[in-house]
């Protein structure tokens, strides 16, 4: 496997992946179709600890290390990327408070997710996507409190979730230096859930607007200081690209896994399909960029963890594993022929769920700018 | 409740493949696993303490490898695990087998404290022989109850769920008892991941035959009475019954008779 893990990690990886084979295929096709929220099989997971993998162990959580992380969000995106999605989310909410919250601060945010809840990462407003300094969401200080006022959309776990971290400007006249970073429950008066996506692919995680009207919170929820909000969350994006890297991985790899069998079973002229050479050349590409995909996901990773620089090998990673999951489940779907194309059979979804991996986290064009930017500084 | 769940790693037999031409089974590659029916009797302890309170204990002879399998029972939920390991014990049959792992018994009670009740699978899907469980019985002289599909506890009284072929008994029996587990409505459930973490942490003893009060001549190939001459597979009849009467309104009332015969309908 493209993960070199010792036995410990591994067993952790191996645990996930009967928990997904049995617990939750049976189910996806269904969730798929419907969009109806799987509630159920997110308990699950809860009850596995697969929520808070991120979570340090002095805060409840598992404090998994971020090579066998990335190995479960793997394994989970080839059963249901959306599901790997809502789960991965919840650590992308608890990145922020990671790299600026105080003890707290991460205690605050734990004690609400541990238990089994759902976070998430409150950035994007209609006007403000890949223009992320475009926020309009303001942040007014009153007294010990901010008052938050402001809509983000394309919230992934937006209507599930019992914490927030949300970026909102505390002074405009700043633009991005003037953005902000805070912790909001759930339970602050004056939040709603707008308008739930109903979405191409991921159907299986839940998107939504949240609205914040009037909504008061004490000042300590302000995760760093005011003005930090933009850095902190560029940070986040950074660390948190590799792991969606990942899971763009598991959409390709499950595409290709399909194939395989596919092409074994399927008779034409007399032969398995897999006996030919255009459909080994075919399969063998999707393996080739599958796995270099793959590498680039724990090249990042691993450069997290040697403290090194890593935003450039982040973006490329997610750059490369979101394109290459496109390009590997059209391929399915070629191999696959009449059948590809029917929902009967699990490669469509995985083109459908591979497709937003281009565009969330930061679209396949700001990564390319990104990485333009350190080729060009 | 003091519980003892004996288990076995074996090799997962549905992935085992036979030598088209030694006709025997190629154990190279096979992955081992927890013995499936020590799964279910596992989760019928872990129920039991949930229930009841006490403790849960996990003993496999075997070699070091078989230490895996203990850490899968102790993610789980299992408290305790201990290995019973010597190369005088390799090429054990049952009864040897089920000599030494009552021997171990006995030396972790003097240590700790007696064994209110002692759970095994009802056999192991390499051996097949579901002998052990029944041995370890009579060896420590206690009450057994074979083929357990549930059991509920009511102080010293213990309530046995009992499958038969084609109805259930149940049977009360007082602790110290040994209960043998067949395929219960109870899965094993799963680890969580600080479960796995936690179990990969632990240093699991191992007890070897210094540690214990044991007759060396009664273990390994000595103790064997029994011994595995050959293993192969069975040629193929055919077998069923070919149904053709003069009209098909014939063979079906014929095939409804036999079956109504058979009790399957």
Same mark, same amino acid.
Request: a negative charge; one cysteine or more.
């Given at each position: 496997?493209?993960?070199?893990?010792?036995?410990?990690?591994?067993?952790?990886?191996?645990?996930?992946?009967?928990?997904?084979?049995?617990?939750?295929?049976?189910?996806?096709?269904?969730?798929?179709?419907?969009?109806?929220?799987?509630?159920?099989?997110?308990?699950?997971?809860?009850?596995?600890?697969?929520?808070?993998?991120?979570?340090?162990?002095?805060?409840?959580?598992?404090?998994?290390?971020?090579?066998?992380?990335?190995?479960?969000?793997?394994?989970?995106?080839?059963?249901?990327?959306?599901?790997?999605?809502?789960?991965?989310?919840?650590?992308?909410?608890?990145?922020?408070?990671?790299?600026?919250?105080?003890?707290?601060?991460k205690k605050l945010f734990s004690d609400i997710i541990v238990p089994g809840a759902f976070g998430a990462f409150c950035l994007t407003e209609p006007n403000a996507g890949s223009d992320a300094g475009s926020v309009r969401t303001t942040a007014v200080r009153d007294g010990d409190e901010?008052?938050?006022?402001?809509?983000?959309?394309?919230?992934?776990?937006?209507?599930?979730?019992?914490?927030?971290?949300v970026f909102a400007s505390t002074d405009k006249s700043k633009g991005l230096k003037g953005l902000t970073a805070f912790i909001v429950e759930r339970s602050r008066n004056g939040i709603t859930v707008g308008k739930e996506e109903n979405k191409m692919g991921i159907r299986l995680s839940?998107?939504?607007?949240?609205?914040?009207?009037?909504?008061?919170?004490?000042?300590?929820?302000?995760?760093?200081?005011?003005?930090?909000?933009?850095?902190?969350?560029?940070?986040?994006?950074?660390?948190?690209?590799?792991?969606?890297?990942?899971?763009?991985?598991?959409?390709?790899?499950?595409?290709?896994?399909?194939?395989?069998?596919?092409?074994?079973?399927?008779?034409?002229?007399?032969?398995?399909?897999?006996?030919?050479?255009?459909?080994?050349?075919?399969?063998?590409?999707?393996?080739?960029?599958?796995?270099?995909?793959?590498?680039?996901?724990?090249?990042?990773?691993?450069?997290?963890?040697?403290?090194?620089?890593?935003?450039?090998?982040?973006?490329?990673?997610?750059?490369?594993?979101?394109?290459?999951?496109?390009?590997?489940?059209?391929?399915?779907?070629?191999?696959?022929?009449?059948?590809?194309?029917?929902?009967?059979?699990?490669?469509?979804?995985?083109?459908?769920?591979?497709?937003?991996?281009?565009?969330?986290?930061?679209?396949?064009?700001?990564?390319?700018?990104?990485?333009?930017?350190?080729?060009?500084? | 409740?003091?519980?003892?769940?004996?288990?076995?790693?074996?090799?997962?037999?549905?992935?085992?493949?036979?030598?088209?031409?030694?006709?025997?089974?190629?154990?190279?590659?096979?992955?081992?696993?927890?013995?499936?029916?020590? /799964?279910? =009797?596992?989760?019928?302890?872990?129920?039991?303490?949930?229930?009841? #309170? &006490? !403790?849960? $204990?996990?003993? @496999?002879?075997?070699?070091?490898?078989?230490?895996?399998?203990?850490?899968?029972?102790?993610? /789980?939920? =299992?408290?305790?695990?201990?290995?019973?390991?010597?190369?005088?014990? #390799? &090429? !054990?049959? $049952?009864?040897? @087998?089920?000599?030494?792992?009552?021997?171990?018994?006995?030396?972790?009670?003097?240590?700790?404290?007696?064994?209110?009740?002692?759970?095994?699978?009802?056999?192991?899907?390499? #051996?097949?022989?579901?002998?052990?469980?029944?041995?370890?019985?009579?060896?420590?002289?206690?009450?057994?109850?074979?083929?357990?599909?549930?059991?509920?506890?009511?102080?010293?009284?213990?309530?046995?769920?009992?499958?038969?072929?084609?109805?259930?008994?149940?049977?009360?029996?007082?602790?110290?008892?040994?209960?043998?587990?067949?395929?219960?409505?109870?899965?094993?459930?799963?680890?969580?991941?600080?479960?796995?973490?936690?179990?990969?942490?632990?240093?699991?003893?191992?007890?070897?035959?210094?540690?214990?009060?044991?007759?060396?001549?009664?273990?390994?190939?000595?103790?064997?009475?029994?011994?595995?001459?050959?293993?192969?597979?069975?040629?193929?009849?055919?077998?069923?019954?070919?149904?053709?009467?003069?009209?098909?309104?014939?063979?079906?009332?014929?095939?409804?008779?036999?079956?109504?015969?058979?009790?399957?309908?």
């Amino acid at each position: 496997m493209g993960y070199i893990l010792n036995e410990e990690q591994n067993s952790l990886v191996e645990m996930v992946k009967e928990f997904m084979i049995h617990e939750v295929k049976p189910h996806v096709a269904k969730f798929d179709i419907t969009g109806e929220f799987p509630r159920d099989l997110y308990e699950k997971a809860f009850e596995m600890g697969l929520h808070c993998l991120e979570i340090p162990e002095e805060f409840g959580g598992g404090g998994v290390d971020y090579l066998t992380a990335a190995a479960i969000y793997e394994e989970m995106a080839k059963i249901d990327a959306g599901f790997s999605t809502g789960l991965c989310a919840i650590s992308l909410a608890l990145k922020p408070v990671l790299i600026a919250g105080t003890a707290q601060q991460k205690k605050l945010f734990s004690d609400i997710i541990v238990p089994g809840a759902f976070g998430a990462f409150c950035l994007t407003e209609p006007n403000a996507g890949s223009d992320a300094g475009s926020v309009r969401t303001t942040a007014v200080r009153d007294g010990d409190e901010y008052i938050i006022n402001g809509g983000k959309c394309f919230i992934t776990n937006g209507g599930v979730s019992d914490v927030y971290v949300v970026f909102a400007s505390t002074d405009k006249s700043k633009g991005l230096k003037g953005l902000t970073a805070f912790i909001v429950e759930r339970s602050r008066n004056g939040i709603t859930v707008g308008k739930e996506e109903n979405k191409m692919g991921i159907r299986l995680s839940n998107t939504t607007e949240v609205v914040f009207e009037d909504v008061r919170i004490p000042a300590t929820n302000l995760l760093g200081k005011e003005g930090d909000g933009f850095k902190i969350a560029m940070k986040t994006l950074d660390l948190s690209r590799p792991f969606i890297g990942a899971i763009a991985v598991g959409v390709a790899q499950r595409a290709i896994d399909e194939s395989v069998k596919y092409s074994k079973q399927r008779i034409q002229f007399g032969k398995s399909i897999a006996e030919f050479q255009a459909i080994q050349f075919k399969l063998a590409d999707m393996d080739i960029e599958t796995e270099a995909a793959r590498q680039t996901v724990v090249h990042a990773i691993q450069l997290i963890l040697a403290k090194k620089p890593y935003s450039r090998e982040a973006a490329i990673a997610k750059c490369f594993a979101g394109d290459v999951a496109v390009k590997v489940a059209l391929d399915a779907i070629q191999i696959l022929g009449g059948y590809g194309y029917s929902r009967d059979y699990p490669v469509e979804k995985l083109l459908r769920d591979a497709k937003i991996f281009q565009i969330f986290e930061g679209t396949n064009q700001i990564q390319r700018v990104i990485v333009a930017g350190h080729l060009l500084k | 409740m003091n519980i003892l769940v004996c288990v076995k790693q074996v090799p997962d037999t549905t992935e085992i493949k036979i030598d088209p031409i030694t006709n025997t089974l190629i154990r190279a590659g096979v992955p081992s696993i927890l013995n499936p029916f020590d /799964a279910y =009797a596992l989760e019928l302890a872990i129920r039991i303490k949930e229930t009841n #309170g &006490g !403790s849960v $204990t996990v003993l @496999t002879m075997g070699p070091d490898q078989a230490k895996s399998a203990l850490k899968e029972c102790l993610s /789980a939920g =299992a408290d305790k695990a201990i290995l019973v390991s010597d190369r005088a014990f #390799g &090429g !054990s049959d $049952t009864l040897a @087998t089920s000599y030494i792992l009552s021997t171990t018994i006995k030396a972790i009670e003097n240590k700790t404290e007696r064994f209110d009740l002692i759970l095994c699978g009802k056999q192991a899907i390499d #051996g097949d022989t579901g002998q052990v469980g029944p041995e370890i019985a009579e060896h420590l002289g206690y009450a057994q109850v074979t083929y357990a599909a549930d059991i509920t506890v009511d102080g010293e009284n213990l309530r046995v769920k009992r499958e038969n072929e084609d109805h259930y008994e149940i049977i009360e029996t007082q602790i110290p008892a040994v209960i043998t587990v067949i395929k219960t409505a109870y899965e094993l459930r799963y680890a969580t991941i600080k479960s796995k973490m936690a179990a990969n942490k632990v240093q699991i003893p191992t007890m070897t035959s210094i540690d214990l009060v044991i007759d060396l001549e009664r273990t390994g190939l000595k103790g064997s009475p029994t011994k595995v001459k050959k293993t192969f597979i069975p040629q193929l009849k055919k077998s069923g019954i070919k149904i053709k009467e003069e009209t098909v309104r014939e063979s079906v009332l014929k095939l409804i008779s036999l079956l109504s015969d058979a009790t399957l309908i």
